[in-house]
């Protein structure tokens, strides 16, 4: 049975519990606001269901409440920072405000963050470049256990490592393109076993290769206490950009790669290269600006396929979403609903 939840409550509630975790009520409130950000967006794989998994993580000691970022290097159009685990929502937020200053005073900057615990929604962060008229490009890695199979492979090898760039557009929404490199998020699997669904075909191999569209085999130990994996997204063209992720967000941030034995732990790990570009400074401002408007206008001209609504530019699906859901609510499988109330009674709250 679904439960409908007004996002306010949803967020004083998911604060309360962060707060039992230790963290102080300002980063609380960041991080249940982020959660439910991505709930309204329409991506439910990356709000509060993860509440239960970052309780954990903070009492297993892979997470850690407030946490700030740390400078590494600073060399000024290049960043080198350490998230030191600390909630990727608030530490994430805390180096896009440092190179979004830099990128305005040098014109560009290359931001390696490493070490954070997950950051969430990448969209996110390039939402926030795009409010500053910045181009940004984030790549990122995930280490936790692997739950993405390489192409031609039969198990898994990386996670779901997502890419994401943000592009402003003078005088309208942005374009903001954020997508995980497997053919769909962890976080979804998560919702559709919780929710008793099956998957379509093509996103799942179960822990014998074979294909499969039980999600289940992606969010609990199967026969051997193996897993099941996720298929990356456009064939081998996915997969190279998975891995580009992993070399880009993981080795050259100094983050790290995954090359190691699946552990039990529920923590997850990002590592993120981001690079921010001012087109002010670049000196295309203003052809950038025409040519950006006038391409989004003859790319959503392209007559509507038979059943698909109107071409729209990235970014527009959760910008719609946002708007039902802030009024309709959030919808709340039992199950997912169920593990948010055992999580926060593990820190003594009860919701």
């Known amino acids: 049975m679904q439960k409908v939840l007004p996002?306010?409550?949803?967020?004083?509630?998911?604060?309360?519990?962060?707060?039992?975790?230790?963290?102080?009520?300002?980063?609380?409130e960041t991080v249940a606001s982020n959660l439910v950000m991505a709930n309204l967006s329409g991506h439910d794989s990356h709000g509060v269901g993860m509440l239960p998994r970052y309780v954990d993580a903070v009492l297993e000691g892979g997470l850690k409440p407030n946490v700030q970022?740390?400078?590494?290097?600073?060399?000024?159009?290049?960043?080198?920072?350490?998230?030191?685990?600390?909630?990727?929502?608030v530490v994430g937020e805390q180096a896009m405000q440092l190179g979004m200053?830099?990128?305005?005073?040098?014109g560009s900057c290359i931001m390696a963050l490493a070490e954070s615990h997950h950051l969430g929604r990448i969209g996110h962060f390039a939402e926030m470049a795009v409010a500053e008229g910045l181009v940004s490009l984030h790549f990122v890695n995930v280490m936790a256990r692997p739950a993405v199979a390489p192409w031609g492979g039969t198990d898994g090898r990386f996670g779901t490592n997502p890419c994401c760039i943000g592009v402003p557009l003078a005088g309208r929404e942005p374009f903001i393109l954020d997508f995980a490199t497997s053919r769909v998020a962890q976080g979804k699997m998560r919702v559709a076993h919780n929710q008793g669904k099956e998957v379509a075909p093509g996103l799942l191999i179960d822990e014998h290769g074979q294909p499969t569209t039980q999600p289940g085999v992606v969010v609990l130990p199967q026969?051997?206490?193996?897993?099941?994996?996720?298929?990356?997204?456009?064939?081998?063209?996915?997969?190279?950009l998975a891995v580009a992720c992993?070399?880009?967000?993981?080795?050259?941030?100094?983050g790290g790669t995954w090359h190691q034995r699946t552990h039990t732990g529920r923590a997850v790990t990002n590592s993120m290269l981001t690079i921010l570009i001012d087109p002010a400074r670049l000196g295309t401002q203003a052809s950038f600006e025409s040519e950006a408007l006038a391409f989004a206008d003859w790319v959503q001209l392209s007559p509507s396929a038979p059943g698909a609504e109107a071409v729209q530019i990235a970014g527009a699906p959760e910008r719609g979403a946002r708007?039902?859901?802030?009024?309709?609510?959030?919808?709340?499988?039992?199950?997912?609903?169920?593990e948010i109330q055992v999580a926060a009674a593990k820190v003594g709250v009860v919701i």
């Open 223 to 240: 026969s051997g206490g193996l897993f099941g994996a996720l298929m990356p997204f456009g064939e081998h063209k996915g997969y190279g």
């Open 323 to 338: 708007l039902q859901r802030e009024q309709g609510g959030i919808e709340m499988d039992a199950i997912t609903w169920q």
């Open 101 to 106: 200053a830099r990128a305005k005073l040098h």
């Open 246 to 254: 992993e070399l880009l967000g993981g080795a050259l941030t100094g």
């Open 69 to 89: 970022v740390k400078t590494l290097l600073d060399i000024g159009a290049m960043l080198t920072l350490d998230g030191q685990r600390g909630y990727g929502q």
């Open 7 to 28: 996002a306010q409550d949803l967020r004083a509630q998911c604060a309360t519990v962060f707060i039992a975790c230790g963290s102080s009520a300002q980063e609380a």
